[in-house]
C-alpha cells in the first residue's frame, strides 16, 4: 500500500525553467504590452500628441532612399531589389508611433534577407556585414520605440533575437564578418536599456501621481468624516439639552397648570414619553460616536458669548487681533435669539481661522467681527501679511480647517467664503442664518 505524497510539489527542473522561460519570451515577441495608442495620446497639447506621426515620417522619408542608395551603389543590389528591401527595411518605421513590435517583426526580417542578398551577390571588401549602416540606424530607433512601449521580457526577447540572428549569419560566413553583428549587439542593448529605463521611470512617476490623488481625496474624505463626526457630538449635546426641557416641561405641565382635563394630562405624558425615548436613541448613538473614550467632548460648548475670550487668548499669544462685536449680536445671545447650532459654529470658525493665522502668517493684524443683518450672522475675519521675519509655522497646510468651516456651514444652511488678499493676507466671510425674531404677543408669559 503505497502512501500519498504529502510535501509540496517538487520544484522545476533546469529545463523545464528554460522551457517555460522560452515559452515567455516567445509570448512577449508575438503579444505586444500596451494598446496601439501613440506616444502622448493623453497629452492635453496638440502639438504633442502629433509629435511621434512626425517623427515616424521624418524617419520614413529619410531611411527609404538612403536604404536604397547604399544597397546598390555601394553594395552592389539590384535596383528593384535595393527598392524592395528598402521598403522593408525602412517603411515599418512608420509604424513606430503605435505598433513598434509589428514594425520590428517586419524590419527584422527584411534585415536577415538583406544580408543574404548581399551574401549572393559578394560583398565587396571594407563593407560593413551582415547589416548595412542604415539598418543598423534604423533598426536602432525601433529598438528604443520598444524600450519605451513595450514590457521587460519582450524587449529582452527582442534582443536575444537580435544577437541570435546575428550570430547565425556569422557562422554562415565567418569571413565577411567584422564585427557588425557584435556592433549591432551591443548598441542594440544600450539603446533598449535607455528606453526601458525612460519608460519605466515614467511609469513611477504616473503611480505615484495616482497614488498622491488618491491618498488626497482619502484625507480630504478622512477630514470631512472626522468633522461631521465631530459635529454630530455637538449637534447631539444642542438636541439633547432641548429634548430634555421638553421632557421636564411635559412631566410638569399638569402640576404647573390647573384644571387640565384628562385627555390633555394623557397627551401630556405622551409627549413626555416620546421625548424621553428619542433622548434614550440620542445617548445610544452618542456612546457611539464617543466611542475613543474621549472625556473632553463633555465639557460646555462655546458660543460667541466666549469669542472675546478667544481673542484676547489669540492677542496674549503675540498675534495684534481686534474685534467688533455688534451690538445686536451681544443683545441675541443673552436673550437665546441665536440657535444653539450656530453659536458653536461661529465660535468654531473664528477660532480656526485665527488659528490659520497664527500657524501661517505669524504677526499679521487681523480683525475679527460678528454682525446681525437681515437675518444672517456674519461672521469675518481678515489678516495681512505676515508682519514677523522668517518662514510661518506652517509652510503648507492640510486643508482640514477649511474642509471643517465648509462642513459646519453647509449643515446650517449658510455660505462660506474664503481666499486670498491681493495684499498677501486671507479672508474667512461665513453667513449663517437666524431664526425670524418673534413678536411678543407669541411669547406665552411664564407661570408664577
Not at 527584422?108 to 551577390?121: K, P, S, Y
Request: hydrophobic residues 45%; proline residues 8%; without cysteine.
Amino acid at each position: 500500500m503505497s502512501a500519498s505524497p504529502s510535501g509540496p510539489p517538487p520544484a522545476d527542473g533546469p529545463l523545464s525553467a528554460a522551457l517555460r522561460n522560452l515559452r515567455e519570451l516567445a509570448h512577449g515577441l508575438s503579444h505586444p504590452s500596451h494598446p496601439p495608442t501613440p506616444l502622448f495620446a493623453g497629452s492635453p497639447r496638440r502639438w504633442l500628441r502629433l509629435l511621434p506621426y512626425a517623427v515616424v515620417l521624418a524617419l520614413a522619408s529619410v531611411f527609404i532612399p538612403v536604404t536604397i542608395q547604399v544597397l546598390s551603389g555601394d553594395y552592389g543590389v539590384p535596383g528593384a531589389l535595393a527598392g524592395a528591401l528598402a521598403v522593408g527595411q525602412a517603411a515599418p518605421l512608420l509604424m513606430l508611433a503605435h505598433r513598434p513590435l509589428q514594425a520590428w517583426w517586419i524590419i527584422f526580417t527584411a534585415d536577415i534577407v538583406g544580408a543574404l542578398v548581399q551574401l549572393e551577390d559578394g560583398v565587396r571588401p571594407g563593407l560593413v556585414w551582415p547589416w548595412t549602416p542604415p539598418a543598423v540606424i534604423g533598426y536602432l530607433f525601433v529598438l528604443l520605440a520598444l524600450g519605451l512601449r513595450e514590457s521587460r521580457r519582450t524587449v529582452i526577447g527582442v534582443w536575444l533575437a537580435t544577437g541570435a540572428a546575428g550570430l547565425l549569419l556569422h557562422l554562415v560566413a565567418p569571413a565577411h564578418g567584422e564585427g557588425g553583428e557584435l556592433l549591432l549587439f551591443v548598441l542594440g542593448g544600450v539603446v533598449l536599456v535607455i528606453g526601458a529605463a525612460v519608460r519605466e521611470r515614467g511609469e513611477a512617476q504616473r503611480r505615484l501621481a495616482e497614488q498622491e490623488t488618491i491618498s488626497e481625496a482619502e484625507r480630504a474624505q478622512r477630514t470631512l468624516l472626522e468633522e461631521r463626526t465631530r459635529i454630530a457630538r455637538e449637534l447631539h449635546d444642542v438636541v439633547a439639552h432641548h429634548m430634555s426641557v421638553i421632557t421636564v416641561q411635559a412631566d410638569s405641565a399638569p402640576y404647573r397648570i390647573a384644571g387640565l382635563s384628562e385627555e390633555a394630562r394623557a397627551e401630556f405624558a405622551s409627549i413626555a414619553a416620546g421625548a424621553r425615548e428619542s433622548l434614550a436613541e440620542m445617548r445610544r448613538l452618542l456612546s457611539v460616536l464617543r466611542s475613543d473614550g474621549s472625556r473632553g467632548e463633555l465639557a460646555p460648548q462655546p458660543g460667541l458669548g466666549r469669542v472675546q475670550q478667544l481673542v484676547e487668548a489669540t492677542v496674549r499669544a503675540g498675534l495684534p487681533a481686534e474685534l467688533s462685536l455688534a451690538a445686536d449680536v451681544v443683545e441675541a445671545v443673552e436673550r437665546g435669539g441665536v440657535p444653539q447650532a450656530v453659536d458653536l459654529s461661529a465660535y468654531r470658525i473664528v477660532q480656526e481661522a485665527l488659528a490659520n493665522v497664527v500657524r501661517h502668517a505669524p504677526g499679521a493684524r487681523t480683525q475679527v467681527s460678528v454682525t446681525a443683518r437681515e437675518g444672517r450672522l456674519t461672521v469675518l475675519v481678515v489678516n495681512g501679511r505676515a508682519r514677523e521675519p522668517g518662514s510661518p509655522l506652517e509652510a503648507s497646510g492640510t486643508g482640514h480647517g477649511l474642509v471643517g468651516m465648509r462642513e459646519r456651514v453647509r449643515l446650517t444652511g449658510g455660505t462660506l467664503d474664503t481666499g486670498p488678499l491681493p495684499d498677501g493676507g486671507f479672508r474667512v466671510a461665513a453667513r449663517l442664518p437666524l431664526p425670524p425674531p418673534q413678536p411678543p404677543a407669541s411669547v406665552t408669559p411664564e407661570e408664577p
